[in-house]
């Protein structure tokens, strides 16, 4: 990679978001590419709908566009990083927000029932491997940017910590890294295909445990990367095909935050590094299931 030498290309902040054909990540793609000096790729799994998401933000004013991005599949990760490098030399923003829920619809559709032991692999494989394996590809391009580079995870209340205190206790460890939270989501898996994590002290939750490894994904990364703001963010229980419209707040409004955290000074003096925080309505709040 020369992302040194290409990182003029454009003057305009450039921000990644994922799974932004809809729903919240298309209001935070929205947000952020109606703002002047910020374009926005929208990493989206299917072409033919971020077609119509990338037209539909460009008609209302937005300077976005698009790449074919499935969480889990590594050559269209490849695929994104070539595309950025080649058009842009660099990445000033990436906001994780592409997920799936074992509800109905899901991400991919409508399905039939699925079994706790058989949503566990597929969920922890997406939200989490897939988004830490999208972030460590773009890492570089990241640490290409001059212009306060950021990560934003998108995590949910159902992400707060919870579980044994021993599980807490591993979760929110100085010295967790991403090889053993990697560990802990494979055991995660391992033991709820065989119908024993609860008897081992873990939330009988997947994209809880998917979200609560987000979380702890985004401290770990706050120590890792010291130049990159990495921030997570609840962006609360917004009204989406995830949860069939049930939510109770826009997904215009769940975006506010995740999209202030990739372009701009929040919730402290402004211009002041933030990082490792997670974040809701703007503020910074404690990373627990009860208030």
Known sequence: MLLATASALTPK???????ANKGIGKEIARSIGALA????????????????AAA??????CDVTFTRLDLTDASTVDATVDFIERKFGRLDALVNNAAICFNDPTLYGRCDYTPFEKQASITIQ?????????????????RASGSSPRIVNV????????????LQDAFTSA????PRLSILMEQFVSEAERGTHAANGW??????????AIIALTRVLARAEPRIMVNSVDPGYCATDQNSNQGFISAADGAVTPALLAHASIGKTDGQFVSGLHWYEGQEM?????Q
């Open 56 to 61: 539909e933000l460009s008609a209302d004013g």
């Open 203 to 212: 939330p009988d939750t997947c994209y809880g445990i998917s979200k609560m």
């Open 126 to 142: 997406t939200n989490y491997f897939g988004t830490l394996g999208v972030t460590e590809a773009c890492l570089p391009l990241l």
């Open 13 to 19: 902040r450039v921000v990644l978001v994922t799974g």
């Open 37 to 52: 000096e910020q374009t926005v790729i929208l990493g989206c799994r299917d072409v033919r709908l971020a077609e119509a």
């Open 175 to 178: 010295s967790l890294d991403v």
């Open 286 to 290: 404690r990373w627990t299931y009860a």
């Open 155 to 166: 995590a949910s209340y159902a992400g707060r910590l919870r579980g044994s205190q021993a």
